[in-house]
Structures are given as structure tokens and as C-alpha cells.
């Protein structure tokens, strides 16, 4: 669970030596940068420095640290890393050590690294190794506090309890404010502030507090307003931005989440640099930027008419049906289904579109059941809308294209259940409302009747959809 490092400082593996003896030597040169690292008599401080940038190298070069690891320097580590006496470089290349550490796989040193204690000297006090990297973001010179930065975020993608580790402290907070401020000058160091961010949040449901999540907003949106932006940075904040317009994460605060929405719809140039990404066709920034545009528009009808109104935006999304990536098409279906889920006038931006229609209907013939399940809530919340505000001459056209397909796939062994009950509520409701369309319904059954089982509640003719005898009663 770990950030790749700089191509400058990426880990490469060391070959194994071809004898005892250079295993030895090793082993020898190891132990004696280890006797160096605590100051005494026979260490002075700049030999301190050496053997903490040895450490530093060590871990970036190899993998894993050698079997002959003593996880006590863990400790030296720390306490250097909170000794402000300790020159800044040193201070750095000691957390540079713990965050390498932290990516180790065959011998897992992430729980081992944040139980650590570091005890003030003259003090019953101690702090252990989360609580130094938080008080180096908040106070530490740049590089340093950097480092810090990509230590948390290791931890932070380690494992759930990790995560949990790091939400409990105020790490996102003061980034966000850095962010928000301008204190990352360079993209190095804003890019790994925003993947810290990112890799605090995803994964379960994060309580993110409202001031944070706006500081957030504001500053992410004006990172990829940056003209210098690469695709990194910008699929990082836009991921992260999707995560701030989750309602999952608003679940101690519900009332908060609409007002959320209104932040991101009104901050300046987000929504149209996000739908620039779209049009972009760079993959690694598409599907977050759908992701993005998707959790805005489950807000409230007038919240998403903000969006979806936009000129060529139902075009845009069609566009993104046709992608190589099974992800954004996916993306992209969704979004269309919310579409549909709208009100009359909303539902109209995709019956309006014969071509829309053909195309999701192709796609239903692709070997991606995911997507087709996306594309058959499409259908389903259209013809639900149908139900409601009857259209006859439309009606009749789509049921032609639409019927026929998601009959078939409610009709398939282990379908979503919660989609063949959606399907069987809206054709039940259309077919009671509008019976003279059974032939349709019925021809694009075939012999699969009944269509479905009937559901744990009581018997009523509207749960039919499909069936012989009985049809009369409709």
C-alpha cells in the first residue's frame, strides 16, 4: 500500500552476492552505520548524518530491508525526525527512511512503525511516530514537512486500521489548509500532498468535516486550474474531489451534503475544467472526472439541471460510451441512468436522441455484464418516467428498442436483483397503465414467462409483468 517513489529514487533490486563473504561484508557495514546512528562519544553528529543517509539509501535501493534488519533503529529514527537540534537534511532523510520502510511487503513494519514511542528526554511524555509526522506537517521547513506528508500517506494506504490511525488525527485538516494557502510551491510537492488527501479518504466512509472539505475544494479546484497541471496531478484531484461529493462521506452530516453540492457547482471554473477533462480522452483523467460529474448530479433535481443543461454535455457522455476503457464507459452509463431517474424534462435529453438510444442498445450486446447492467437501469428509470408523464408516440419508439433488452437480461440466471425488481415494478405500472402495449412487452418475452418469481409481499395483479393465463387482468 504505497505511492511509487521519483524515478530519481526508485527502488531497484540489488543482486544477490555470489558469496559468504560479501553477505558477511554487508552485514558488517550495516551493523557499523548502525553504531553510528545514536550520538556518544564515539559518534558526532556528522556521523549521525551519514548513517541516517545510509539507512535512507539502503531502504531505497533494495525492496525489502536485509533479514539482519533490527527494528530498533526504527526508534532512532523517530527521535531524530522529532530532534529539532538535528540538522534539517537529516531530519529529512530519517523520515525518508521510515516512509521506505513502509513500504515493505514480505515483513510488514507499518503497525510496528506508528505503535513506536518516542520519549522526550527530562519528560514522561511520549509520542509515537504518527504523532511526530503530524507535528512535522504542521510545523517542520518544506522538504521535511514533504516527506512527512508521504510517509502519512503510506500508512494511510496500508490497511483499514492504519487508515482509521490517520483519520483519527488532524493530517487532512492541516493539509488542506496548506492547500488551500498556496504552501506547496513546486507540483512534486502538491502532488504528494493530494495523494496523501486521497489515500486518507478513500476506502469506508471518512467523516470529513465541513471546513475541511471546503478548504479542499477550493484549493484542489485551483490546483488543476494551474497551467502547468499534469495528468497525475489532475486525476489525483479529481479523484479526490469525487470522494468530497460522495454523500457517504456526509453520513454524521446529511444536512450538510446538498450544501456541498451548491460549493462545488458555484466554485469558479470546476465544473467546466472537469468537463474538459472529459473531452480530454486521457483515460487516466476521464474516468475520475466522470466520477466526479456522476456524484454531483445525484444531488437534488435543481443541482443537477446545473450540470446536465450545459450545451453538448449529453453528447460528451455519449462520446464516452464508445471508450476502449471498460471503466469509463461504465462511468458513462451511470451517469446517463441518473439522467433518466430526473424529472420529464431531464428524461427528454435522452429520448430526444435516437442516436443515444442505438448506441446503448449496441452496447448491451458487448461481453461486459457490468456495463449492461448500467445501460438497463437507463432503460428502466426512461420507461419509469413514461409511467408517470405518458407520452404515447415516444412511448411506443423506445419500447421498441428498450423492452426487448431489459427483458432479456432480467430474464438471465444471477441477475441483480435489485434491477429485475426495478424492471418488473416499471413494466408492471406501464402495462396497467397503458395495456395496449402488452404485445410489445410479450413478443420481447418469448417463451420466458413468468419473467420473474413473485416478490415477498402481498399478491397483487401489478406484479405481474409476463404471464399466460392471467393476462386478461391487466
Same mark, same amino acid.
Given at each position: 500500500?504505497?505511492?511509487?517513489?521519483?524515478?530519481? /529514487?526508485?527502488? %531497484?533490486?540489488?543482486?544477490?552476492?555470489?558469496?559468504?563473504?560479501?553477505?558477511?561484508?554487508?552485514? @558488517?557495514?550495516?551493523? #557499523?552505520?548502525?553504531?553510528?546512528?545514536?550520538?556518544?562519544?564515539? %559518534?558526532?553528529?556528522?556521523?549521525?548524518?551519514?548513517?541516517?543517509? #545510509?539507512?535512507?539509501?539502503?531502504?531505497?535501493?533494495? +525492496?525489502?530491508?536485509?533479514?539482519?534488519?533490527?527494528?530498533?533503529?526504527?526508534?532512532?529514527?523517530?527521535?531524530?525526525?522529532?530532534?529539532?537540534?538535528?540538522?534539517?537534511?537529516?531530519?529529512?532523510?530519517?523520515?525518508?527512511?521510515?516512509?521506505?520502510?513502509?513500504? %515493505?511487503?514480505?515483513?510488514?513494519?507499518?503497525?510496528?512503525?506508528?505503535?513506536?514511542?518516542?520519549?522526550?528526554?527530562?519528560?514522561?511524555?511520549?509520542?509515537?511516530?504518527?504523532?511526530?509526522?503530524?507535528?512535522?506537517?504542521?510545523?517542520?521547513?518544506?522538504?521535511?514537512?514533504?516527506?512527512?506528508?508521504?510517509?502519512? !500517506?503510506?500508512?494511510?494506504?496500508?490497511?483499514?486500521?492504519?487508515?482509521?490511525?490517520?483519520?483519527?488525527?488532524?493530517?487532512?485538516?492541516?493539509?488542506?489548509?496548506?492547500?488551500?494557502?498556496?504552501?506547496?510551491?513546486?507540483?512534486?510537492?502538491?502532488?504528494?500532498?493530494?495523494?496523501?488527501?486521497?489515500?486518507?479518504?478513500?476506502?469506508?466512509?471518512?467523516?470529513?468535516?465541513?471546513? +475541511?472539505?471546503?478548504?479542499?475544494?477550493?484549493?484542489?479546484?485551483?490546483?488543476?486550474?494551474?497551467?502547468?497541471?499534469?495528468?497525475?496531478?489532475?486525476?489525483?484531484?479529481?479523484?479526490?474531489?469525487?470522494?468530497?461529493?460522495?454523500?457517504?462521506?456526509?453520513? @454524521?452530516?446529511?444536512?450538510?451534503?446538498?450544501?456541498?453540492?451548491?460549493?462545488? =457547482?458555484?466554485?469558479?471554473?470546476?465544473?467546466?475544467?472537469?468537463?474538459?477533462?472529459?473531452?480530454?480522452?486521457?483515460?487516466? &483523467?476521464?474516468?475520475?472526472?466522470?466520477?466526479?460529474?456522476?456524484?454531483?448530479?445525484?444531488?437534488?433535481?435543481?443541482?443537477?439541471?446545473?450540470?446536465?443543461?450545459? /450545451?453538448?454535455?449529453?453528447?460528451?457522455?455519449?462520446?464516452? *460510451?464508445?471508450?476502449?476503457?471498460?471503466?469509463?464507459?461504465?462511468?458513462?452509463?451511470?451517469?446517463?441512468?441518473?439522467?433518466?431517474?430526473?424529472?420529464?424534462?431531464?428524461?427528454? $435529453?435522452? *429520448?430526444?436522441?435516437?442516436?443515444? =438510444?442505438?448506441?446503448? $442498445?449496441?452496447?448491451?450486446?458487448?461481453?461486459?455484464?457490468?456495463?449492461?447492467?448500467?445501460?438497463?437501469?437507463?432503460?428502466?428509470?426512461?420507461?419509469?418516467?413514461?409511467?408517470?408523464?405518458?407520452?404515447?408516440?415516444?412511448?411506443?419508439?423506445?419500447?421498441?428498442?428498450?423492452?426487448?433488452?431489459?427483458?432479456?437480461?432480467?430474464?438471465?440466471?444471477?441477475?441483480?436483483?435489485?434491477?429485475?425488481?426495478?424492471?418488473?415494478?416499471?413494466?408492471?405500472?406501464?402495462?396497467? &397503465?397503458?395495456?395496449?402495449?402488452? !404485445?410489445?412487452?410479450?413478443?420481447?418475452? !418469448?417463451?420466458?414467462?413468468?419473467?420473474?418469481?413473485?416478490?415477498?409481499?402481498?399478491?397483487?395483479?401489478?406484479?405481474?409483468?409476463?404471464?399466460?393465463? /392471467?393476462?386478461?387482468?391487466?
Amino acid at each position: 500500500g504505497c505511492t511509487p517513489l521519483p524515478r530519481s /529514487e526508485m527502488k %531497484s533490486k540489488r543482486k544477490a552476492g555470489s558469496s559468504m563473504a560479501s553477505s558477511e561484508a554487508l552485514a @558488517q557495514e550495516y551493523n #557499523y552505520f548502525a553504531g553510528l546512528l545514536t550520538t556518544n562519544e564515539e %559518534s558526532t553528529k556528522m556521523a549521525q548524518a551519514s548513517a541516517v543517509h #545510509y539507512f535512507r539509501r539502503l531502504f531505497t535501493e533494495n +525492496t525489502e530491508p536485509p533479514n539482519y534488519f533490527d527494528e530498533g533503529v526504527i526508534d532512532v529514527f523517530i527521535s531524530i525526525v522529532r530532534n529539532t537540534c538535528c540538522a534539517m537534511d537529516t531530519r529529512a532523510d530519517a523520515a525518508w527512511a521510515i516512509t521506505n520502510l513502509l513500504c %515493505s511487503k514480505k515483513r510488514p513494519l507499518t503497525h510496528t512503525i506508528i505503535e513506536k514511542r518516542f520519549r522526550y528526554s527530562y519528560s514522561i511524555r511520549s509520542q509515537g511516530a504518527l504523532d511526530v509526522f503530524e507535528w512535522c506537517i504542521r510545523t517542520a521547513d518544506y522538504k521535511l514537512r514533504d516527506q512527512c506528508i508521504w510517509g502519512v !500517506g503510506n500508512i494511510a494506504a496500508d490497511c483499514s486500521d492504519c487508515k482509521e490511525a490517520v483519520r483519527a488525527t488532524d493530517v487532512l485538516e492541516i493539509i488542506a489548509k496548506q492547500i488551500h494557502s498556496g504552501a506547496f510551491h513546486s507540483l512534486e510537492s502538491s502532488r504528494c500532498a493530494i495523494w496523501c488527501c486521497l489515500n486518507i479518504l478513500r476506502g469506508g466512509n471518512a467523516t470529513v468535516l465541513p471546513r +475541511t472539505a471546503r478548504l479542499l475544494l477550493t484549493g484542489l479546484t485551483r490546483t488543476m486550474l494551474r497551467t502547468d497541471v499534469d495528468a497525475t496531478l489532475l486525476q489525483d484531484s479529481l479523484l479526490t474531489l469525487a470522494l468530497l461529493a460522495d454523500d457517504r462521506n456526509f453520513l @454524521q452530516y446529511p444536512h450538510l451534503w446538498p450544501a456541498q453540492i451548491d460549493a462545488m =457547482i458555484s466554485e469558479p471554473g470546476l465544473i467546466s475544467r472537469t468537463l474538459e477533462a472529459v473531452a480530454s480522452g486521457d483515460s487516466r &483523467v476521464v474516468s475520475p472526472a466522470l466520477r466526479l460529474i456522476g456524484n454531483i448530479i445525484t444531488g437534488t433535481d435543481e443541482q443537477t439541471e446545473l450540470v446536465i443543461m450545459r /450545451e453538448g454535455f449529453v453528447r460528451l457522455i455519449a462520446h464516452c *460510451l464508445d471508450c476502449s476503457e471498460s471503466q469509463v464507459r461504465r462511468e458513462a452509463a451511470w451517469i446517463l441512468s441518473n439522467i433518466a431517474a430526473g424529472p420529464p424534462h431531464h428524461v427528454q $435529453l435522452i *429520448l430526444t436522441d435516437p442516436p443515444l =438510444i442505438d448506441q446503448l $442498445l449496441r452496447l448491451l450486446h458487448k461481453d461486459d455484464t457490468r456495463m449492461q447492467k448500467e445501460i438497463c437501469w437507463v432503460f428502466a428509470n426512461v420507461l419509469s418516467s413514461l409511467n408517470t408523464t405518458p407520452r404515447p408516440a415516444q412511448m411506443t419508439d423506445f419500447l421498441g428498442y428498450g423492452v426487448l433488452a431489459i427483458v432479456d437480461v432480467a430474464s438471465r440466471p444471477f441477475a441483480d436483483t435489485r434491477l429485475v425488481n426495478k424492471i418488473r415494478e416499471v413494466l408492471s405500472a406501464l402495462l396497467v &397503465v397503458h395495456p395496449e402495449f402488452w !404485445g410489445v412487452v410479450e413478443k420481447a418475452a !418469448g417463451d420466458r414467462t413468468p419473467l420473474l418469481e413473485i416478490p415477498r409481499r402481498k399478491r397483487r395483479v401489478a406484479d405481474y409483468v409476463i404471464y399466460d393465463e /392471467e393476462a386478461v387482468k391487466i
